[in-house]
């Protein structure tokens, strides 16, 4: 796994919102993506605008071959929700070589 962004001071909503939505991106890519397979590897970067969004991305990479869900998930459905409450868009890009997820929100 690799990790970098600056440290950002979040309000405990976004910070809540931010740990559901890595929990549940962790969890999905233990049991069917990137973290499946002993070689998949996940980057996660993130970036603070000047006007005071965040910008989330969650790569997964050499995990078994990705294909689009025919129906949002539980855990789909939770991101989407706790990020929407907070003003935020959540975008699902499901590639073959693995799920990028790009979170922004204005914390």
């Not at 991305?57 to 989407?80: D, Q």
Request: hydrophobic residues 40%; proline residues 5%.
């Amino acid at each position: 796994m690799r990790i970098s962004g600056p440290e950002v001071l979040l309000e405990p909503d976004a910070a809540q919102a931010i740990a559901i939505t890595l929990h549940e991106l962790a969890t999905n890519a233990t049991k069917y993506g990137s973290l499946s397979v002993s070689n998949g590897q996940i980057e996660l970067n993130w970036s603070h605008e000047d006007d005071g969004r965040l910008n989330l991305r969650w790569m997964e990479m050499g995990g078994p071959p990705v294909r689009a869900p025919t129906r949002t998930g539980f855990g789909g459905r939770v991101i989407e929700q706790m990020i929407g409450q907070l003003k935020g868009e959540t975008r699902f890009d499901w590639r073959a070589e693995g799920l990028v997820c790009e979170i922004t929100l204005r914390v």
